[in-house]
Structures are given as C-alpha cells and as structure tokens.
C-alpha cells in the first residue's frame, strides 16, 4: 500500500442521491485560543463547534464498506490519528460529468479503494460539492465525529506524498484549473476552514512547522494551504492563487 508517509505516500491525482443530509447549526464564537502570526506547531483538539452546513456522513452518500477490507476480512488501511497540523485545498481533477455529487464522490472512493491508487478507502478528509455540501472522506472510527477519533486527533489521509499525518485533506470536486470555484462551494469550505481552525487552534493567516510525526520529515508551510503550497502541482487549480484571500475570510469569519 503506497499511504503510509513513512513509505512516501501518494502524490497528487489530477486526473480523474444523498439520503437524508444532516443540517448543522451555526458556528460558535472564537474559542479565544488563537495562536500567534508566527511559526506554530501541533495542538490538541477543543471541543467541535457546531457547522453551518450540511453534512453528508459516509452512510448518506452510500460509501460501500465492504471495500474497505480484503476478501478475508482484513482491514486494508487500519487508521492511524495523530494531531492536527495544517488544513490543505485540493480540487479532485476527477474528469466527471455525472450530475449526481453523490456518484461522483462514489467513484473517486472506489478509485481511490480498490481501484489505480489502491488505498483501501479514500484519501480526502473532506469533500466539498458546487452546491457546498460537505461528504465525510476517510473513514475515521465509529465515534460519530468525521475525520476525527473521539480525542479529537486526525485519521490520516492520502493526499499529499509524505506529508499526511495531522494534515487535513479538503477536496472540492471537479476540475478548478480554469475556472473558480462555485460562489457556494467556495462559502462553505471557508465555514469548514473557520470550524476546522478554531477547533484545532490555528492561526489561519500564520505558517506552521509540520513535522511529520510517522516520517519526521519537517517543512515550514501556511497553516491553511493548497496542495502546491507542499508539492510540484496543478491543484487546487484556482484556489492557489485565491488562497490569501480564502484565509482573510476565515480570519475574519472566527473573530465573529
């Protein structure tokens, strides 16, 4: 399996209805913790606010299970949680046309399970369609919280080579390289930044020294980035450039 980030962990793809949503209600003032400008490090996770946006857990958007493990019954990829570090922006470049979201994040997951990559589940932390629905990626444990264990630690991704552990992974679908992102696509993923960084105190519009703590491997980077913020690549296509800006709305989305 090419996940783990001691072994190097995958590099960026660019290629390639829901039941029952769940509404969440509206987000809770700063925590008061922000962290300096400067240079920060790993932090403990607070209590989760509460999102203003719908989310589609695995069960709504019927994330097959069963391909999460082998014909034995063996787990493909067991998670691994660790702390979160950085929050990065990726588009999905998956080339679909289908007009179900739901469908298409069905088929980046198969890909990305049992398909080319062959992760044993999806790499993403979070996807985000056009109309700004948030879909659960990786699975994460049992405990009801997306992408978290019950400690609030990180379930790591797949989706920057070797630089996954307590970085989270925030998707959105489609093909960003010409084109923005959707006015509603864009709104909640700076929701989801705003819950994200308030819940893992950090400073949006500060760099963190991620140390990969499987690896070792260390890099200084913004705390909120983009996949080429970390790798030689296209993604996330326009949100690169629109990045500074996306932080400033965060920022000023958690001091209320």
Known sequence: MRHSDSTGPRSGRQRASPASPL?????????????SAAVIGPSLAAAAPAAPYTLLTRRDWGADE????????RELWPPEYHPVQAL??????????????????????????VGADDYGDIGYNYLI????????????????????DAGGRLVTGAHVQGYNSGNVGIALLGTLTDRPASAAAR?????LLAELAERHRIDPLG????????????RVAPAIGGHRHWANTDC????????????????ALMAG
Do not use: C, Q
């Not at 509404?23 to 962290?35: E, F, H, I, V």
């Not at 369609?129 to 978290?148: I, K, L």
């Not at 760099?207 to 260390?218: D, L, Q």
């Not at 996330?236 to 920022?251: C, D, H, Q």
């Open 236 to 251: 996330p296509g326009s949100l690169y450039t629109a990045m500074p800006s996306v932080r400033e709305e965060v920022a």
């Open 129 to 148: 369609d056009e109309n700004g629905r948030v879909y659960e990626g990786r699975w994460s444990g049992t405990d009801g919280t997306p992408a978290h």
């Open 66 to 73: 069963t391909l999460r493990f082998a014909a034995d019954g």
């Open 88 to 113: 990065t922006v990726h588009h999905t470049a998956d080339g679909s046309t289908d007009p179900d979201p739901a469908a298409r994040v069905r088929a980046i997951y198969r890909e990305e399970a």
């Open 23 to 35: 509404p969440r209600r509206a987000l809770l003032t700063a925590l008061g913790a922000a962290a």
């Open 187 to 191: 709104a909640t993923l700076v929701r």
């Open 207 to 218: 760099k963190v020294a991620y140390r990969n703590p499987v690896s070792g491997v260390s």
